[in-house]
């Protein structure tokens, strides 16, 4: 079983749709929970940052992890055509020496006008 | 303004020769990061650093060498001995090494190495 599961899609959707994009571990040392949006031939871009479990929101974004489930959420409201991109969640853990980010193999979304 | 600058976009190299890929960062961060990306694989480290002259390998050093000889440089060489090197290559930094919420990772735009 892979670290981080995500799935790679494509997901194509409407201009105005809410989006749902997830991640599952199965690390349970993971604490800290990002999102990156990276857009074709460029690097990624930091979306969010959280830790723990919780609720994470900033603007149409919002994340969500539950880590009772090892699973990890990114919400987009009012998609707009500039978020299509690829999404990519990374993790790790809190202990020492856990610079490591360990990546998902990133989904591929396009928003449609 | 303040980033990561990777040069060149695009590189074109004859197997069997080294190259050698240029990272620099006016952040004024401590750590910095070499990651490749292959289609349909997540990102995967290669070697990072946490301060001037100490480096670290990554999961897939094989291949490769840095230098950490000034904050705001570190380069990455892909030498004859590296099998595939064929990918897009992302430095990335963070003002720390972590672990606290000072160690978010910043990438640069990427270079993108084609072997033949």
């Known amino acids: 079983q892979k670290e981080v599961e995500q799935d790679p899609g494509p997901l194509s959707v409407p201009e105005g749709a809410i989006v749902s994009l997830n991640c599952t571990y199965s690390?349970?040392?993971?604490?800290?929970f990002m999102w990156y949006r990276q857009y074709s031939r460029k690097g990624p871009e930091l979306l969010m940052y959280?830790?723990?479990?919780g609720n994470k929101e900033d603007g149409r974004f919002t994340a969500q992890v539950d880590k009772s489930s090892k699973y990890i959420s990114l919400f987009i409201r009012d998609s707009q055509p500039s978020d299509s991109a690829t999404y990519l969640c990374?993790?790790?853990?809190?202990?020492?020496?856990?610079?490591?980010?360990?990546f998902g193999k990133g989904t591929k979304l396009s928003v449609i006008p | 303004d303040g980033g990561i600058t990777q040069s060149p976009k695009y590189l074109f190299r004859k197997e069997g020769q080294n190259v050698t890929l240029s990272c620099e960062q006016n952040?004024?961060?401590?750590?910095m990061y070499w990651y490749r990306q292959d289609p349909g694989q997540g990102l995967r480290l290669i070697y990072y650093?946490?301060?001037?002259?100490?480096?670290q390998k990554g999961d897939i050093a094989e291949g490769y060498s840095v230098s950490r000889e000034k904050k705001e440089s570190f380069p990455l060489t892909v030498t004859s001995a590296q099998k595939n090197p064929t990918a897009f290559y992302l430095c990335?930094?963070?003002?720390?090494?972590?672990?606290?919420?000072?160690?978010?990772?910043?990438f640069g735009p990427g270079t993108r190495l084609t072997v033949t």
């Open positions: 952040l004024n961060h401590d750590a």
């Open positions: 990335a930094s963070s003002i720390t090494l972590g672990p606290t919420f000072r160690d978010e990772q910043y």
């Open positions: 690390n349970s040392a993971f604490q800290y």
């Open positions: 990374a993790m790790r853990n809190s202990g020492a020496g856990s610079y490591q980010l360990t």
């Open positions: 650093s946490q301060i001037v002259n100490d480096f």
């Open positions: 959280t830790y723990s479990s």
